[in-house]
């Protein structure tokens, strides 16, 4: 239990997700192989999910170097401290949302940010290896 704030940890989510969705993934190869779809490619998903894994690793040292600068702003500079009560949570929640529909709809539209974000559209045929 985090004992500054009287929180309980949380479980790592991730931890949950990754089995999950490669389980999905094989569900998903076993189906289709079965059914003889053509939504699967073995040589475009083994790109996708390789293009994926570097993406996530970018992300990651990206990650990093924004918590770095944000955590520098955050003691130089900052003008407030939004307090830790229930109301704060859904400002932060859609200022977070908020955040995101725009960095989405500029890697769409920025030539820079669409070379990274072009990778979960590359593929022809869409499945979950290319979510």
Known sequence: ?????????????????????????II???ITSKKHMSSYTFKDAAASITMGLGNVFIGLVAKVMVLGILTLIYVNLRFFTIPFVWWAWILVFFADDFCYYWFHRISHE??????????????KKYNLSTA
């Open 28 to 30: 998903e190869i076993i």
């Open 110 to 123: 920025n030539r820079l940010f669409w070379a990274s974000h072009v990778v979960h559209h590359s593929s």
């Open 1 to 25: 239990m985090n004992d500054s704030l009287n929180i309980p940890d949380l479980p790592n989510l991730i931890h949950y997700a990754i089995p999950f969705f490669a389980l999905t993934l």
